[in-house]
């Protein structure tokens, strides 16, 4: 069994500065983390993904999430807020075993950026 | 390379009608899933298909139902509308399980309303 935990359903920041969004994981076997973000009325982009490996990943847009195992999160980070970065974002887990990759998301986090 | 696609964007129906919605597959993606978002939601798992056939499925119903293509398209069926059904629905593709790291790749969506 797998689930997703994001703190906080909305959160605002100003624009330049730093933006946090936290996510807790839970699942019995190692997990594939990602991060998608989705833009008003458009589908979901990927923003960055951990599977195996360096437990600090990088994304697009400038965002890097680091996975911390003993403390079962994978929270996004990026050092400077810009505008364009509005959107809500869905952390997600999944895993490697078997061919049914089902994805579980959490409710997200919408991220609003103050001028 | 073209991504995943979905038509119809917007459709309208009402209580026990049914509907049909339908996917293209990302170019070289074999297997297909779809996701339904309710509003102010995360996206939840419906079901998946590989080689044209279900292979993974959530808690949806009977009356929620699918078919893959040979040309890995696909189809997402609704019977028996109700108003809950009201959602985003998103179709995404990925590669096989050999070729793949657990990231979809997501349309985006067809959004259902139930009157």
């Known amino acids: 069994a797998q689930s997703v935990t994001q703190l906080g359903s909305h959160v605002s920041v100003s624009e330049g500065a730093l933006v946090l969004l936290r996510c807790n994981y839970s699942s019995s076997v190692p997990p594939y983390l990602f991060w998608y973000v989705q833009y008003p009325n458009q589908g979901l982009q990927l923003l960055l993904k951990?599977?195996?490996?360096?437990?600090l990943v990088k994304g697009i847009n400038g965002f890097e999430a680091e996975f911390k195992k003993s403390e079962t999160s994978f929270h996004l980070t990026k050092p400077s807020a810009h505008m364009s970065d509005a959107a809500e974002y869905f952390c997600v887990v999944t895993h490697s075993g078997g061919s049914n990759y089902k994805l579980t998301f959490g409710k997200g986090t919408l991220l609003t950026v103050n001028p | 390379e073209t991504g995943v696609t979905q038509s119809p964007t917007h459709l309208i129906k009402t209580r026990g009608q049914q509907v049909t919605l339908r996917c293209s597959s990302q170019?070289?993606?074999?297997?297909v899933s779809w996701y339904q978002q309710a509003l102010g939601q995360g996206p939840q798992f419906i079901f998946q298909y590989y080689r044209e056939e279900e292979n993974g499925r959530g808690n949806f119903p009977p009356r929620f139902s699918g078919l893959q293509f040979p040309n890995y398209s696909s189809e997402l069926n609704v019977n028996a509308l109700e108003l809950d059904d009201s959602a985003l629905y998103l179709c995404?593709?990925?590669?096989?399980?050999?070729?793949?790291?657990?990231?979809?790749?997501f349309g985006e969506g067809s959004r259902l309303t139930v009157l």
């Open positions: 170019s070289g993606h074999n297997t």
């Open positions: 995404a593709s990925r590669p096989s399980a050999g070729r793949s790291t657990g990231e979809l790749f």
């Open positions: 951990y599977t195996t490996g360096a437990t």
